[in-house]
């Protein structure tokens, strides 16, 4: 019960939360990363070069699909932002599903961008089912297909290094975000501009993909403080022995 | 066309989560969830089949215009051919897929795994060079004191560092991994629902 009223109460904030945000726009502070997405955007485009958004390899099926769909929806921003660049960028995937999704939603971003004829079926690839397979698909296209700026945004566990060690010898900006913790550790190992922990799900409100994105972070900051408090008393009360 | 798929969208992923909250009231609705991950399955068992069919297509294509590459398309393509044809001929439980299983993917899969050994060592190794700032020295000073405590050292027993070492592992380290987690399931939650009410929607065009 205590679940269904977490995600009513989440729901509403969120609903109220969107419609107060159309009126006041968020104010959010600067994380270097998302920053630095930015001026890449801008660059690939003028250079003429290739970003390439790897979704990593985490399947729809489960709980951890989350971080697919905050990297379908910041692959959305970055489409539109560079479907008329000389070379289109190229989503890669690990789990069908997603890669399936991955086409449509580059399409979605060519046809908002109102530049449909220019969408390739081939930029969206599932490169290997599983981590290691999909890692070794994707090292290949930062490599060999005039990229200069590899985002991964998904779930990746240790074997992103592999992801990252190219980028970094390709001279390939890398900027990496993952909700797993040995993804993310290594992440900040080997990239300059890495997402620790819920910024992956901020990308979305930063790139100005709506006011709902934004709303989400307010409501994720509600909930936070909401969980530390539980936490909090939760500690005073099995001090004080109540529980 | 497009209410059409956000309406599908959002009602399947009404159904399935009063699935899990609202059987008691409406036991009918375990049954619906319970058909509707079926379906799910069997579509996600179709999407990789259409999965392997792109990566054919990518890698073809890639052979037909010469890229740089391309030979190793070619032997890709082949052998993924060549494996399913195999599988269907001989079935999954045939010994010789087994071979192909334990003999090549499980080693190349290992063989990838002790790259990534170097990789991560080259990585820590960098790390100061890429990124001098006070948390990147916590970083190293931390992985160093970890493995310190976990190795066996030779000519010299200190248990200090085995203390330190499950004192960073199973207090500081877990405390913030769990820190990290909840964050990560906020932000899910929310993900999600922005997908059940439509507003995101990987799905279905512009």
Avoid: C
């Avoid at chain 2, 380290?173 to 629902?193: D, E, Q």
């Amino acid at each position: 019960m205590i679940e269904l009223i977490i995600l009513v109460v989440s729901a509403f904030l969120l609903l109220v939360i969107t419609i107060w945000k159309r009126k006041s726009p968020a104010k959010i502070r600067e994380i270097a990363a998302l920053t630095n997405l930015h001026r890449v955007l801008g660059l690939s485009v003028e250079d003429g070069t290739r970003m390439h958004v790897s979704l990593g390899s985490g399947s729809l099926l489960n709980a951890r699909g989350g971080s697919a769909l905050a990297g379908l929806a910041m692959l959305r921003h970055i489409t539109e932002q560079t479907s008329v660049s000389d070379k289109p960028s190229v989503a890669s995937a690990g789990d069908s599903a997603l890669g399936l999704l991955a086409q449509d939603t580059l399409q979605a971003g060519y046809q908002a961008a109102g530049v449909e004829e220019l969408y390739i079926p081939t930029t969206g690839r599932v490169t290997g089912l599983g981590p290691f397979g999909y890692a070794a698909g994707a090292m290949n296209i930062s490599k060999n297909e005039n990229v200069s700026a590899n985002i991964m945004v998904g779930r990746f566990g240790p074997e992103v290094a592999l992801l990252t060690d190219t980028s970094d010898r390709d001279h390939v900006i890398a900027i990496g975000a993952s909700d797993d913790l040995a993804g993310q550790s290594v992440l900040f190992a080997n990239t300059p501009d890495i997402l620790i922990g819920e910024e992956l799900f901020a990308m979305g409100a930063y790139l100005g993909a709506g006011v709902s994105h934004a709303a989400s972070l307010t409501v994720q900051d509600i909930l936070r403080w909401l969980v530390i408090l539980a936490l909090l008393g939760g500690a005073f009360a099995k001090f004080a022995g109540i529980i | 066309m497009r209410v059409i798929t956000v309406f599908i969208a959002v009602v399947s992923g009404l159904l399935v989560l009063s699935g899990y909250f609202l059987t008691g009231f409406f036991p009918v609705l375990a049954d619906v969830q319970t058909l509707l991950l079926n379906w799910a399955i069997i579509l996600m068992g179709v999407a990789a089949l259409v999965g392997i069919f792109n990566l054919i297509t990518v890698h073809t294509d890639k052979i037909r215009r010469r890229e740089t590459g391309s030979f190793y398309s070619a032997i890709l393509v082949f052998f993924l051919l060549g494996t399913f044809f195999l599988g269907l001929i001989l079935r999954p439980e045939h010994g010789l897929m087994g071979v192909v299983m334990n003999g090549i993917i499980i080693p190349v899969e290992a063989a990838l795994m002790g790259l990534l050994s170097i990789s991560l060592l080259y990585a820590a190794i960098r790390l100061l060079r890429r990124r001098a700032d006070m948390m990147s020295v916590i970083f190293l000073i931390v992985a160093a004191l970890v493995m310190l405590g976990s190795a066996t050292l030779p000519f010299v027993n200190l248990p200090i560092l085995g203390i330190t070492s499950r004192w960073i592992t199973q207090v500081l380290a877990l405390g913030g991994a769990r820190g990290i987690l909840i964050g990560v399931a906020l932000g899910t939650l929310m993900t999600g629902l922005r997908v059940l009410f439509g507003v995101d929607r990987p799905y279905g065009g512009n």
